[in-house]
């Protein structure tokens, strides 16, 4: 396989206020987890999926990803979303050697259109080493310090919010997953603490991060009429 997206879905979605972990919630007829990797099969331009999962629900997330047989297999995930990914990483590289470009999609993202993922694949495979989907911000935002009194305002034309997936050169995402040394949020940030460059291509408003019981009214309202 040349292309393997990595699908971090270890979270226990502790701000969706479920009682099963959110990639097992289900939303339009079907579990998180379902839509997102049905989605990135979708988008034709991935060959395998691996999904790391809550270590004590692997067994369930096999069962619910039983329809896309052998391409997609699960890994139990790790303490944090980056451990997860390495997790995911490790078991993509020894079972499929062959890979050169690395997707990592949140499960959370689970209705990203297709176009968004073949933008990612088509900029990595044109020579860009890190891609991420981004889009411009509406609201103006402020860094605070920890009393919650402002104490910058960054230029809001120069600001993006960051949506998966993300989209890497193999060799770079393990360099990168190797030398971290603290925790961050996103993939992209462990590549750009190497000091290589991280391009961006369009993202998508479709490509929300069901994060919080509001956001799965939104997704409902959305895509229940869809074709999904
Ligand atoms: O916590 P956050 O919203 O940033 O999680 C983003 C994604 O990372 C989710 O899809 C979640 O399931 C996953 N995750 C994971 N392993 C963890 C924590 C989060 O795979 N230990």
């Not at 959110?22 to 987890?33: D, M, S, W, Y």
């Not at 629900?57 to 069962?63: A, K, L, P």
């Not at 329809?67 to 078991?91: M, W």
């Amino acid at each position: 396989a040349r292309v393997v997206a990595l699908v971090p879905a270890a979270g226990r979605g502790v701000r969706l206020g479920a009682p099963i972990p959110k990639a097992l919630v289900p939303v339009c007829g079907a579990p998180l987890l379902v839509h997102a990797v049905r989605g990135l099969l979708a988008a034709g331009c991935v060959d395998q999926v691996v999904v790391a999962a809550p270590p004590d629900m692997v067994d369930v997330v096999v069962d619910a990803l039983r329809e896309f047989g052998p391409t997609v297999r699960v890994v139990p995930g790790g303490e944090e979303r980056s451990d997860s990914v390495r997790l995911a990483l490790d078991e993509a590289v020894s079972t499929h050697p062959d890979t050169r470009v690395v997707l990592v999609h949140d499960a959370a993202r689970c209705f990203t259109p297709p176009e968004v993922i073949r933008a990612v694949v088509e900029a990595v495979r044109a020579g860009a080493p890190a891609v991420i989907p981004v889009l411009p911000v509406a609201d103006t935002v402020k860094e605070v310090d920890s009393a919650g009194h402002v104490v910058a305002t960054p230029d809001r034309s120069r600001l993006r919010v960051v949506q998966t997936p993300q989209g890497f050169d193999i060799d770079l995402l393990r360099r990168a997953h190797d030398q971290q040394d603290a925790p961050v949020t996103d993939d992209a940030g462990l590549v750009e603490r190497l000091g290589e460059p991280v391009a961006t291509v369009a993202g998508h408003p479709h490509a929300l991060k069901i994060t919080t019981p509001f956001d799965l009214v939104i997704a409902e309202a959305l895509f229940s009429g869809a074709q999904l």
